[in-house]
């Protein structure tokens, strides 16, 4: 059988960056290329007891189906979070369950872009939500995520000059890859933008609870009269990503049609995990959790930064993020990116490329990833000192 | 402002069936209209043991992001499962974790077919995968769906008719709405022109393994020596549905596309349920268990069978189901049957409308499902009762 598959998918082809996440494999490798929450972060003892309590009240709620939108205490416990922590005032229709904060992304897609419509999104930005739109064979067009958010004027220019612009995707909080974040001037400036033109704002923000220093931005979503706003929000790296539980909230059209969509995929996200979720923030102690994630983040990527003082080459530039998992290093103008990083997994030590948050292939970069949450201290200190010894060739 | 969505969602209409569904949130109402397993069935204490177990020893695992294709142990066991049960073989690179048995026909969809393709299924078929491609703007082609499989003259017919046929969508064993089965000889004549026209086939069995009578019938997927076939298993019914998990057995090539189109939607399915379901799969008496459902099933479906004998009208016509969950009720030609659905939601019965499982909504018919695994034995007596006192008119 010769299979001939859609066109969305034929333009989802393995990349370059693979051949060095290949070596991630190899347990002897010192892995900076991973997106994972420290594994010391997960309130395991916690989860252990909810779960068990669970199947002692409740089992059957947790194994028979259940409905779409979500858990509806869950849902409940969602809006008051949002009321309280981020200054969103919703309600339950406006909020539903997704199995992780990624599927808010495709789901969005799906419901409000038709092939060939126009997402804009920051260039770099996250290779799972882009591959989520290129799946869905849609004109994908990057404008350059500055120091402090993405270039107004760009944007404006790519709002106006691209054919039916649907969906303008930002991660204002500790982006990714970059780990920067949006200023509020920005954050006013991209809304008002949206506002002007009639463009829905996709606000991915699965970092922002992992701020170690410096002060809270409020959310664009916190700023939304006009319902512009859909906000992806995520338990992956506050609780636990195993158990795949992340929300959206969105005006209610928009979640209506969101709704069907995830209806007609998983049909609803594992009970269970929801269950886990809404039991876990009615347990905990919400800010002391948040500052014992910080302080674990806070370590790491102090850690981590000033290895990278001490050993690398100060040619080579890098962010010095308030929080999130990630550090974004740039070698200096001329160097082969590719190269330099082929080169620390050959010295087994793993790097994203930067050209795997690119939005085409044909966009140079001369940036790496780095993350900090994953490795341990030792690896830390031991891969910094190798990636400090590697060459580069301009 | 005023939200546009994509072409494919507007297809995805809400449809009449809806007002009567909306009965069944009314506690008094008795509802044959699910398609829940019956909460009987659910093996509590050792999912509750096997939870406790896997937070004592891996939690990490447990808790932490995993690979697209599945948790590799429950990958393994289904290879064998496969084999063992079903005489299919195949290996590991052949077999991707679903959230869900749903998501391999959503995936199916997306990896192989564009909009404006054809799919071709059974008609009536389910209304979740009908949704599913209709998400994906198809070409959706119904073929007569006899008492037992598909009218194969028509499926040969539609295949050479309609421009582009990518799928044929079939679910052999007990199936989704009518409760029959596909005769072997319809397998093997569908597997013949899937291979003389070079279609691909989706063999969905959700319901294969409650078999309460009769015997088992080979699989499609068992007789696919060219690579053709995709076949959806599920959990959801010989475990639990809550814990969303599933299983795609196809050809590799298909099997890489469908985990690219499955990583941009949910990364992985949660991972503390597939290895829930690994667990259940090393410490269950697989065959045993079986018998049990089949037990409750048999004992289920056999009251409902006898007091519709009782007091149903004999000119309303039913299936005798050998397994699966539903029986599929007739009545006499020129009878308005939804107008008989809204006077049983009226007496606080619901049965679907068989206006729910049509291709399109301009397809007529006078039958209507119900459901025997998830009512009582009290709420099937005195529900029959009422459904056999609705009166009907010509």
């Known amino acids: 059988m010769n299979y001939s598959f859609s066109e969305r998918v034929s333009k989802l082809q393995p990349s370059a960056i693979r051949e060095i996440l290949k070596v991630t494999q190899d347990p002897t490798v010192i892995s900076f290329a991973a997106g994972n929450p420290a594994p010391e972060a997960f309130p395991v003892d916690m989860v252990r007891e909810i779960t068990s309590d669970i199947f002692r009240d409740e089992p ?24 309280r922590r981020y200054g969103v005032n919703c309600v339950m229709d406006e909020v539903i369950i997704t199995s992780g904060g990624q599927q808010t992304s ?5 419901a409000l872009v ?47 000059t691209n054919k039916n612009v649907k969906l303008i995707y930002v991660i204002p909080n500790f982006q990714n890859p970059k780990g920067i974040c949006t200023s509020i001037e920005k ?34 979503k916190s700023m939304d009269t006009e319902g512009l706003v859909i906000y992806a929000g995520s338990f992956s790296k506050i609780l636990a990503p195993g158990i795949r539980v992340g929300f959206t909230v ?52 102090g850690l981590m930064l000033s290895e990278m003082d001490k050993k690398v080459n100060p040619k080579i530039k890098y962010t010095r993020p308030q929080g999130g998992l990630f550090i974004w290093a740039t070698l200096p103008e001329g160097v082969d990116m590719m190269d330099f990083c082929r080169k620390c997994a050959a010295e087994k030590v793993a790097v994203v490329p930067g050209s795997a948050f690119t ?16 490795p ?17 060739t301009i």
Request: glycine content about 6%.
């Open 250 to 301: 969105a005006p209610t059209p928009v979640i209506s049609k969101m709704t069907v969509c995830k209806q007609v995929s998983d049909v609803h996200t594992t009970i269970l995990s929801q269950m886990i979720c809404n039991e876990f923030m009615k347990r905990v102690d919400f800010d002391a959790h948040l500052d014992k994630l910080a302080e674990i983040y806070r370590h790491k990527c």
């Open 376 to 392: 341990t201290d030792e690896q830390i200190i031991k891969g910094i000192d190798i990636l400090g010894k590697i060459s580069y």
């Open 106 to 110: 495709e789901l969005a897609c799906k």
């Open 60 to 83: 059957i709620t947790a194994l028979q189906y259940s409905i779409t939108e979500g858990y509806t205490p869950l849902r409940k416990t969602i809006v008051e979070l949002m009321g």
């Open 359 to 374: 939005v085409s292939d044909d966009v140079k970069t001369s940036s790496f990833r780095l993350n900090f949450s994953t």
């Open 187 to 220: 954050r006013k400036a991209i809304y008002e933008l949206a506002k002007k033109y009639g463009v829905m704002i996709l606000e991915d923000n699965p970092y922002g609870d992992l701020r170690f220093d410096g002060e809270n931005i409020p959310s664009i």
């Open 114 to 160: 038709n092939e060939h419509d126009t997402v804009i999104c920051e260039a770099p930005s996250f290779i799972g939500v882009i591959n989520a739109f290129k799946s869905y064979n849609v004109n994908l067009v990057g404008v350059e995520l500055e120091d402090d958010g993405m270039n107004i004027e760009e944007l404006e220019k790519a709002i106006t």
